[in-house]
């Protein structure tokens, strides 16, 4: 079956504490990317990658990092956490670049205290 | 600045009726256009897209129109079913590269 998995799916952890996402696809598709869904604020790109080994800021960068050495996977990592972290996480797949459909993974929602 | 935004948060409307949502953004660039359709406790799903280069496109029950010299797009549903109750988001596309979505707009579905 086509899907991207994420795990944990529910995480609580500590100010400070460093944590990895994981997100994986089993589409061979090129583009993958990390957004963060917060109430009323709809859903905003923190990094995306074209490609193995190539990866850029979305829109909200700060305090997330992630690499793609394989191209099914693209972890995202919190070397840091704060509070205004806490929210819930998608990553999602694409053919291509950005401009096909993506395939969400089901997020993780995360709470830093 | 970039933006994605819906006109309305919320739509109710009546089982078998047409539901229309809109959206406007703000970036000329945005070369590409989805509707994502997102159920509790899931991710978002695609329903349709368009490129910059149509005005309309449709799908199943689904028709994206584009107008870019008011930079609007609006997703119509037609014959509005219970199961089409959800959260319906708009983004944009730049150049194959960034995805802005817009806040979203909860449509209820009345029987």
Sequence with gaps: ?113 | GESVGLHLPTLSVQEGDNSIINCAYSNSASDYFIWYKQESGKGPQFIIDIRSNMDKRQGQRVTVLLNKTVKHLSLQIAATQPGDSAVYFCAENIGGFKTIFGAGTRLFVKA
């Design chain 1, 1 to 113: 079956e086509a899907q991207v998995t994420q795990n944990p799916r529910y995480l609580i952890t500590v100010t400070g504490k460093k944590l990895t996402v994981t997100c994986s696809q089993n589409m061979n598709h090129e583009y993958m990317s990390w957004y963060r869904q917060d109430p009323g604020l709809g859903l905003r790109q923190i990094y995306y990658s074209m490609n193995v080994e190539v990866t850029d800021k979305g829109d909200v960068p700060e305090g997330y990092k992630v690499s793609r050495k394989e191209k099914r996977n693209f972890p995202l990592i919190l070397e840091s956490p704060s509070p205004n972290q806490t929210s819930l996480y998608f990553c999602a797949s694409s053919l291509g670049t950005g401009r096909n459909e993506q395939y969400f993974g089901p997020g993780t929602r995360l709470t830093v205290t």
